[in-house]
Each structure stands twice: as structure tokens, then as C-alpha cells.
């Protein structure tokens, strides 16, 4: 591990965040001596980031603990034209007004993690359509595309993939790393940013980028990239088997978010809860010492932090509360994620599949039929063994109410309305 003089360096080393960086002591010498403005791009693909991009937030928010200033660039330009890094194929277009809709969204989460302001070490957050919509086609080939060789290009990770399964790449995506690169060269003239920052998959676009301003003539610019993480197990970070961990708590409840990371693998713990929680690392060597059961309360207190962060502290204290009398007292909590159910169609019966599906706990009757036959599913807490179970009014307590179980740790509460 590399000593850096910094404290951002140090801070990132000794918690795991870095995968690479350009040039580590020319990065180290300007942390230590001045404010450094460093960003990560943000593709608006959807109304909420997912969990997998927690570790990009909280780089941002140690940068900014640490006495500089981080800048979230929104791709509401580059948008238009899709990321094609890793993917099998084309990512569909979206107009003007969704990429609009989901910038939105996204920005309700980073004022969990940063301050924005004025100041000199504030957040700022900027939209590259900003300076990409009004671009002049010919003058940007002569000025800017003049750069870059296609042999080059070619030459990417990004682009071999995708050509060397034969499957098409359009012109409009390869020149998403051209637009990447000049954003990094626009950043540093507009804002002073010397630094971009994103994952190891993104490795090629900053270095684009980095050359690029040598070949235009800016100040030295870097690069870092953290980890592409997955669980122990192998499972892709941000996902589940019901589909992304979203970050807005009205795509993802709070309580869903808090079992997330509750159900962590137990040689993950230490690991999340340096790169995920401020916790301090000697509280963190303890947690990440207990074992037996033990290490399910490292696990409640990972929980709990992480959803504090973005949720708030009485959010995250509120959904630890509702898992213990979950758990513990198999009571029915209004805080369980709930789906509201028509009564008159409870009146008439609604089956025990189609009500897993609808609850989303299985993706088909099929799915669902196999879990009941497996015993993983229960109704206010007492198993169901008839795949064709029909689920009525009769099932509600006196607050129109019940509870249905997937395992130990899903739990839907239906409610009559």
C-alpha cells in the first residue's frame, strides 16, 4: 500500500476505494498543497441511481470531508448518446424530457452526502448539455475529433468487445468516449477540475481525457478509478433477485434498503462498512472481528449506518426497529413495505400466486408456485402449503392488514384500501 502524504489518498488507500490512478505522486503532491476540484459523471438512464453507485457518492463525500471540492457532472448531454462500456448492445435512446425527468430524480440523493454552495469547497453539480448541445459539428472535428486516432479507439476494451462478437456499434456510440474526453477538458476550463474520478470500466475514457487536455493545452490533469465491486458470492453490487437497490425511497423503500445490507455476506462486512459508512476504521477493525452469530449485529450497525446516510438517522433507526419486531416479535409493523390491495377484489378471493406476483416476491405463477411448494412462503406468519390458497378479507386484522411472507427476511404488508 502505497504511504501518501495526503489525507484524501491516505483516507481512499486505507478505505479501499482505489483501483488505479494516473500518476499517484504528482496526485498526492497537488492534494497536499492546494484545493483540488476532481468530478464523476452520471449517466441519467434512470429516475435513481442504484446502490452499485454508492461507492462513486461516497467518493465524492470523502473529497469534500477532506477539504476539497467535488462536482457531479450530469450526462444530460452525453445521455443522448449512451455509454456503450461493457454493453452487448445499443442502450435505447431517450428523449430530451426523460433524460430531463430522471436528472430530477437523481439529484435528490447527493444532498445526503454533500454540501452545495458557493464556497470554495462546495459542491457543485453540472450538466454537460450545458456546453454539448451547442457544439458547432465542423469546428469541434477540426479542433477537437482531429485528436483522437481510430486506430486508437479501436484498440479500447469497450469497443473490441462488442466487435469481437460481432455485434454492431454505431457511430453514434463510439463517439461517446470523444464527448467524455472533451467534457474533462471543458470541466477543467470552466471550473478548474484536475481530476476525474469513476470505476476501473471507465479507465480508457479518463485517460482520453487526460491526453486530450495535453494535446489542447490545459493544466495537468489525473485520473483515479475505484474497484468494480461484487459480493463475495460473486453477485453484481446494486442488485438482487427483485431487481435493483434503488436510492430514491420511493422506487426502494427505506426498510427494503436497511434488509439490503442487513443480509450482507458475512466476509463483506468489513469491507461495506469502510467503503460505505464514516464509521472509523479502529470501530470498524472491532466490528469486523466478532464472529459466530455475533457478526449479525456488525451487520445491523452496517445497516443502520448506510441508511442513515442517505435516508436519515430516524429513517434508519425506524426501519431497524421494524426488522427487530419483524424478527424477533413477528409483529405486523406499518413500516413493512406495503401493497395496497382493492377490498372488493379481496371479497372475491385473490389466489396466492398472482398475490406473491403482484407483491413482487416472485417474478411468475411459476416461481411462485415453487416457492410455496419449497415452504418459503407464510401468511401472517403460518405457512401456506396450497399453491391454490385463495387469500380473503378474512385474512385482514382489524386495520384491514396482513402480512405475507417470502423466507425469513421478505416481508409485504397488504393492505385493504
Known amino acids: 500500500m502505497t504511504a501518501f502524504k495526503s489525507d484524501f489518498l491516505r483516507m481512499m488507500s486505507e478505505r479501499g476505494f482505489i483501483h488505479q490512478i494516473s500518476d499517484e505522486t504528482g496526485l498526492d503532491d497537488l492534494f497536499a498543497r492546494e484545493t483540488v476540484s476532481a468530478y464523476i459523471g452520471f449517466d441519467p438512464t434512470a429516475p435513481s441511481l442504484h446502490a452499485g453507485g454508492l461507492i462513486q457518492i461516497m467518493i465524492l463525500h470523502w473529497l469534500q470531508q477532506t477539504g476539497h471540492r467535488p462536482i457531479t457532472l450530469m450526462g444530460g448531454g452525453t445521455g443522448m448518446v449512451g455509454d456503450p462500456s461493457f454493453k452487448d448492445e445499443a442502450r435505447q435512446l431517450m428523449t430530451p424530457e426523460t433524460i430531463q425527468s430522471n436528472m430530477d430524480g437523481i439529484k435528490k440523493v447527493f444532498s445526503s452526502y454533500l454540501k452545495f454552495g458557493d464556497g470554495p469547497q462546495d459542491a457543485l453539480m453540472v450538466n454537460n448539455a450545458d456546453w454539448l448541445l451547442s457544439l458547432n459539428y465542423l469546428e469541434f472535428l477540426r479542433d477537437v475529433g482531429r485528436h483522437f486516432s481510430v486506430n486508437r479507439m479501436l484498440s479500447f476494451d469497450s469497443v473490441k468487445l462488442r466487435l469481437d462478437r460481432d455485434q454492431s456499434l454505431s457511430f453514434l456510440e463510439f463517439n461517446y468516449m470523444i464527448l467524455q474526453a472533451y467534457d474533462f477538458v471543458e470541466l477543467n476550463k470552466r471550473y478548474g477540475i484536475r481530476l476525474q474520478m469513476g470505476g476501473s470500466d471507465q479507465w480508457g475514457n479518463i485517460i482520453n481525457g487526460i491526453d486530450l487536455g495535453h494535446r489542447m493545452g490545459t493544466s495537468q490533469l489525473y485520473a483515479l478509478t475505484t474497484p468494480l465491486l461484487t459480493t463475495a458470492s460473486g453477485a453484481k453490487m446494486g442488485k438482487s433477485l427483485g431487481g435493483a437497490i434503488w436510492l430514491n425511497a420511493e422506487m426502494f423503500s427505506p426498510y427494503e434498503f436497511w434488509q439490503y445490507w442487513r443480509n450482507t455476506e458475512d466476509a463483506d462486512v468489513e469491507r461495506f462498512l469502510k467503503l460505505y459508512t464514516t464509521l472509523p476504521l479502529a470501530e470498524v477493525a472491532k466490528l469486523a472481528a466478532l464472529g459466530g452469530a455475533e457478526i449479525n449485529e456488525a451487520k445491523k450497525v452496517l445497516a443502520t449506518e448506510i441508511t442513515a446516510m442517505l435516508h436519515g438517522r430516524e429513517t434508519a433507526e425506524q426501519a431497524a426497529e421494524t426488522a427487530r419486531k419483524t424478527f424477533e416479535e413477528g409483529a405486523l409493523s406499518n413500516t413493512l413495505p406495503t401493497l395496497e390491495v382493492e377490498r372488493s377484489a379481496l371479497e372475491s378471493g385473490i389466489g396466492i400466486l398472482a398475490l ?30 396450497d399453491d391454490k390458497q385463495i387469500v380473503t378479507v378474512q385474512d385482514l386484522n382489524l386495520e384491514n392488514a396482513a402480512k405475507l411472507s417470502l423466507g425469513k427476511k421478505k416481508h409485504i404488508l397488504l393492505r385493504a384500501n
Open 356 to 385: 406473491l406476483v403482484k407483491a413482487g416476491l416472485a417474478s411468475s405463477n411459476g416461481e411462485a408456485r415453487r416457492h410455496v411448494q419449497g415452504g418459503a412462503v407464510r401468511l401472517n406468519d403460518q405457512p401456506v402449503s
